[in-house]
Structure formats: structure tokens, C-alpha cells
């Protein structure tokens, strides 16, 4: 990997791909069209110079944004030889997830009856998914993009977008001029790229935050998620606009910890992210009518929560000439499958099968090109938003005639095992 040079800025350099945003799905796209023989320019910050993590992380060591990678993931980041230069002690397989719906009284004293269980035995597969650090993965993508001498790493933020028939210029903020056949817009949820395209976006707010914290657990997790559907808290339930469903989720961790995803009405979220540490644990096992209380016995909060806002939103077209966008670019989805990630790197990696196959008389801004990357991901991105949009909704149902009828439907997807290995099998992409 090069640096922009000086000379740079008092003329431009030309690319194939130019690659806007620095998170793991740009760093990602780029790494993998450089290796499939293509100039890249990534246009992101650096990172920070900050230490190297212990081997085996400490309780304030553990960041509090990780990620369920799946196995389509898995396998992108095998071939770009980033899976097996992470370090296996801040890794964690899934081989287990339980789900439980809103159904108190169906549950036993224990919290367990009722529920939806998916396992990686009955499924056949080695695991269900890895749960793994942001900035664990983003660190190992810095140190092989240093070395991937294809990507030119530009470490200021483009200001200006300028395009003909032929590509785009991006000016950088530092008066660096970059000239690309293909710019990919990777830049997340409010994406730059996109703007200076004029690509609308629809949008829904569900009016709720995401809450993120780490826990260390008193007893062995068993490398086992869980999600439950809590409804709606009881103060919000006489304004109907504001009738979300909570949704808690409990992730593990390497060793006795677990990270937790709690999907809050906005104003609960505040109380939540505002409460002491030990406060906010015993709120996650009130919060699972026990149930995690008794599987993980005490729990004891070591890292601050922090909250994101939960959108569902997709943008109202991915391509036009010279312009891809991927990623939470193109498209963000509710959190509560933990799919947001997998779903951009899918993005990433048919982008680049479509690259590698493109025909040698059209350049990689070619409309006509780009057009099958549009077409190969709308299934998978429509399956999946109706999915985690349709669940939400329906737990959002108030009355008992709702609640009646979607659990009994879950404990009826529970019972049948053929559909809960096409379910896994989706899942893991």
C-alpha cells in the first residue's frame, strides 16, 4: 500500500475503484478488488496509533460493538487471509441460539419452555456464526491493506464529486485529485457519496435506540446466544405510535463475558445508557424475567453502555454510471437478526464476482455492469428486510389475540426441523 503524495495534489492520479469510507465493509471491498489485480484508491482516516490489544483481553479491553459474522462471511474473509490472522482469544463460536417470545406463561421457573432453539449439531454446521470485535477486525484489515501495495490509501475525507461519461474526480480535503472508472460509495447509513448522486432514500425510525454493553457472567455461557422479545414497555402502551417492541439480546463472548444488544424505546434507552453499572446488569436480568440471571448467574457490566439509533432504510437505487453503493450505503436493517454486516459483505463480495467477470471492452463504471450487481442482491436484501422488518412488527402487535398467535407460530417453527435448517441455512448466507 502507498500514501498520497505531495505531487499528488497539483495534478490527479487515476484508478479503476475508488473506495469511499473506511469501516469494515470498505476496507473489506477494497482489499478484496486489489487482490483480483485492480489499482484502488481508499479514501478513509487512518487509524489512530493505538497499542496493540493484549492477547488475552482484559474486562476494559473488550469493546462494546461486535458483530455476528456468518459463514458467507466467514468465507470472504478467509479468502482475503483475515480470518486466520485473528486472534482466536477474542473470538467466540455461536453453536447455540434460543429465542423466546413474549409469552411469559409459557415459560417454566427456569425461563426456558417455549422457546425457539437453533443448534449447529441438529444443523450440521460447526457453528451458527462468530461473534468478533469491530476494531479487532478493522486492525487486521489496516495491517494487510499496508501491505497490499495495489491500494493506494488516501487519509482525507473527499469534498468534491465531479462527474462525465468517462469516470468521477474526487477532490480530497487536502487538494488531492483522485480519478476513478468506479467510485464505491461504502461510507455508511449517511453516505456522502450518495448525497453528491442524489440518491433519495426511504426511510422508517422505529423510534428506538440500540443499547450495547459487555458483561462478565458468573457461569460458562456455553457459547450460546439469546434474544428475547420483550413487547413494548407498559408506560408506552397507551400511546400506539409508540408501541415497539423491546427486543434483548445476549451474545457471547470469549471466556465468561457476554455483550448485550437491548433494541429500546428511545426514552428508555436514555434511562438505560444513564444508569450505574451494576444498575444496568441487574436491568438486562429483570429485563429477561430472570431467565439470565439463573443461566449466567450475577452479572457485572464492564464496559459504559452506549446506544446507536435503530433505522430501517434503503436507498432508492445502488448504481448509475461510474457509482456502486454497498453496505449501510445502500441499506440498513433492524439489528435484531444480526445481520446488518453480513448483508454488506455479501454486498462486497458479489461486487466482486461481478467485477471479475466483466468483459474486457467495458470499464468498471460501465451501467450495464454494474446493473448485475443491482439485480444479483435485491433478493437477499428484500428477504432479509422483510424478515427482521415483519418480526419487529408483529411483536409490536398489542392484545392477546397478537401475542397468542405469533408465539404459538414460533413454538410451531420450533417443532419443525427441516424449516429450522433452511432458516439456519439463510442465515449463515
Not at 37 to 48: D, E, K, S
Not at 364 to 373: A, N, T, V
Request: net charge neutral; glycine share 8%.
Amino acid at each position: 500500500m502507498t500514501r498520497a503524495s505531495a505531487s499528488t495534489r497539483t495534478s490527479f492520479s487515476h484508478f479503476q475503484i475508488a473506495v469511499v469510507g473506511g469501516g469494515i465493509v470498505g476496507k473489506t471491498c477494497a482489499l478484496l478488488l486489489a487482490q483480483q489485480g485492480m489499482q484502488v484508491a481508499l479514501i478513509a482516516p487512518r487509524p489512530g496509533n493505538a497499542s496493540a490489544a493484549a492477547a488475552v483481553p482484559g474486562e476494559g479491553e473488550w469493546d462494546s460493538r461486535v458483530y455476528a459474522f456468518s459463514a458467507s462471511s466467514q468465507a470472504l474473509l478467509s479468502r482475503l487471509r483475515i480470518w486466520e490472522a485473528l486472534d482466536p482469544a477474542r473470538m467466540q463460536p455461536v453453536r447455540d441460539m434460543r429465542v423466546f417470545g413474549d409469552d411469559t406463561a409459557a415459560r417454566d421457573d427456569a425461563g426456558l419452555t417455549g422457546d425457539l432453539h437453533f443448534s449447529a449439531y441438529a444443523a450440521a454446521v460447526p457453528e451458527l456464526a462468530w461473534i468478533i470485535e469491530s476494531s479487532h477486525v478493522e486492525r487486521v484489515l489496516d495491517t494487510a491493506l499496508r501491505f497490499q501495495h495495489q491500494v493506494h490509501w488516501y487519509q482525507q475525507a473527499a469534498t468534491g464529486f465531479e462527474r462525465d461519461e468517462l469516470g468521477v474526480t474526487l477532490t480530497l480535503a487536502d487538494g488531492a485529485r483522485v480519478r476513478a472508472n468506479c467510485v464505491v460509495g461504502a461510507d455508511g447509513a449517511r453516505s456522502w457519496v450518495r448525497t453528491q448522486c442524489h440518491i433519495g432514500v426511504s426511510t422508517r425510525r422505529y423510534r428506538q435506540s440500540g443499547v450495547v454493553a459487555n458483561f462478565a457472567c458468573e457461569l460458562p455461557h456455553h457459547a450460546t446466544a439469546w434474544q428475547w422479545f420483550l413487547g413494548a414497555p407498559p408506560k408506552l402502551l397507551a400511546d400506539e405510535e409508540s408501541c415497539n417492541c423491546e427486543i434483548l439480546a445476549m451474545l457471547p463472548l470469549p471466556g465468561n463475558y457476554l455483550s448485550m444488544v437491548w433494541s429500546a424505546d428511545e426514552a428508555h434507552a436514555r434511562e438505560l445508557t444513564a444508569l450505574a453499572p451494576e444498575q444496568l446488569a441487574q436491568a438486562a436480568m429483570d429485563a429477561a424475567s430472570g431467565a439470565v440471571g439463573r443461566q449466567f448467574g450475577a452479572l457485572r457490566c464492564v464496559t459504559p453502555a452506549q446506544a446507536f439509533p435503530l433505522v430501517l432504510q434503503h436507498a432508492d437505487c445502488v448504481v448509475q454510471p461510474h457509482v456502486v453503493l454497498v453496505g449501510d450505503a445502500a441499506h440498513v436493517v433492524h439489528p435484531l437478526a444480526g445481520q446488518g454486516m453480513n448483508l454488506g459483505l455479501r454486498d462486497v463480495a458479489e461486487l466482486g464476482r461481478v467485477m471479475a467477470a466483466k468483459e474486457s471492452f467495458r470499464d468498471e463504471g460501465d451501467l450495464r455492469l454494474l446493473r448485475r450487481y443491482e439485480r444479483a442482491r435485491a433478493t437477499d436484501l428484500l428477504s432479509l428486510t422483510a424478515a427482521t422488518d415483519g418480526l419487529h412488527r408483529l411483536f409490536s402487535l398489542q392484545g392477546g389475540v397478537a401475542r397468542m398467535v405469533r408465539n404459538t407460530g414460533m413454538r410451531a417453527v420450533g417443532a419443525q426441523a427441516l424449516l429450522k435448517r433452511f432458516l439456519i441455512g439463510r442465515a449463515l448466507g
